[in-house]
């Protein structure tokens, strides 16, 4: 890889090698020590056009972890907001010679585009509604470190699937290991053809969830909404959002995941969120730093001319 700009160009077994250093790399975390020298000597620059706390928190954390120079841009008081144009900025950043950047940017291809015009690695840390590769990779870490596998599972993703790309990248991840996908929500919330993708679509959340092994729940984007799309917020939370009575149409050991950030008592019940048996939104926080780790650790592998694979 010399850029990780989506799942829909990765292999399966270019997903099991990252998710394997994934696996290393939570142990390391997880150690008195958590340093490693994967980048040390390289530069990593962080972009994000949007607000972000996890993400961007993840990512800084795991270069600091692996030795390298991090710098976070306050993209807010940046020269974009002067004028100057995406492809302007990314000339003047790879003038400084950087080697990794990660990307956030609110329009999808924004970070495609960039990746075209600089000489370093570039990570996608979310486009609009196209991709999210690193939160799929994490959340598909998480599900086979608590299921003990990815294929032949039930997943049903549930809520916003039409502006979220976290949705996007989960069901080309998990179709492609080969798991059955469920999409639940609302007409309304349901892109136009779904059903074309490879999956089943529900509109009744409780058919939707009968014997699912893993549930994951998706945020209302209403930054990226340009109409009405619910009734109301309770209204979607009497239909759509996870409590006990729902959960219980799953599987009895079946996982609850969300990405964050959490809208208790519109996606998700605040007791189902916290329920340490069923709840795995923690642990899918920890994988995130570790995922982040792993990727961008095989790009600086290519980066230094180093085969980018995991040793067994």
Not at 17 to 25: N, R
Not at 78 to 91: M, R, V
Not at 250 to 258: F, G, L, N
């Amino acid at each position: 890889m010399r850029h990780l700009l989506g799942i829909e160009t990765l292999r399966p077994d270019q997903i099991t090698v990252l998710l394997d250093l994934a696996d290393d790399y939570v142990r390391l975390n997880r150690s008195p020590a958590k340093h490693g020298q994967a980048l040390a000597g390289l530069t990593q620059i962080n972009m994000f056009f949007e607000a972000s706390t996890r993400t961007q928190a993840s990512f800084e954390i795991a270069g600091m972890r692996l030795g390298a120079d991090v710098m976070s841009m306050p993209m807010q008081a940046s020269s974009i907001k002067k004028g100057e144009t995406l492809i302007d900025t990314a000339l003047t950043l790879n003038a400084m010679h950087p080697d990794l950047l990660v990307v956030r940017h609110p329009h999808s291809g924004a970070v495609a585009l960039l990746a075209e015009k600089v000489n370093c690695a570039v990570i996608n840390a979310g486009d609009g509604r196209h991709e999210h590769p690193t939160q799929a990779l994490l959340d598909a870490l998480t599900i086979r470190r608590t299921k003990g596998r990815l294929h032949r599972l039930t997943v049903a993703i549930c809520g916003d699937i039409a502006h979220s790309r976290v949705a996007r990248s989960n069901i080309l991840l998990l179709g492609r290991m080969e798991s059955r996908i469920r999409l639940i929500g609302p007409p309304t919330l349901i892109p136009a053809g779904a059903a074309d993708w490879g999956v089943e679509v529900f509109h009744d959340m409780r058919a939707g969830l009968k014997n699912a092994d893993v549930v994951m729940m998706l945020r209302l984007q209403k930054e990226r909404m340009d109409g009405a799309f619910i009734p109301s917020a309770r209204e979607y939370y009497h239909r759509y959002g996870l409590d006990a009575e729902k959960l219980a149409h799953a599987a009895p050991d079946a996982i609850v995941m969300h990405p964050g950030p959490m809208n208790r008592g519109v996606e998700i019940d605040g007791t189902i969120a916290d329920d340490i048996n069923r709840s795995v939104i923690q642990e899918q926080v920890e994988m995130g730093v570790a995922v982040r780790m792993a990727a961008m650790d095989l790009l600086a592998r290519n980066l230094r001319g180093r085969p980018a694979v995991v040793s067994a």
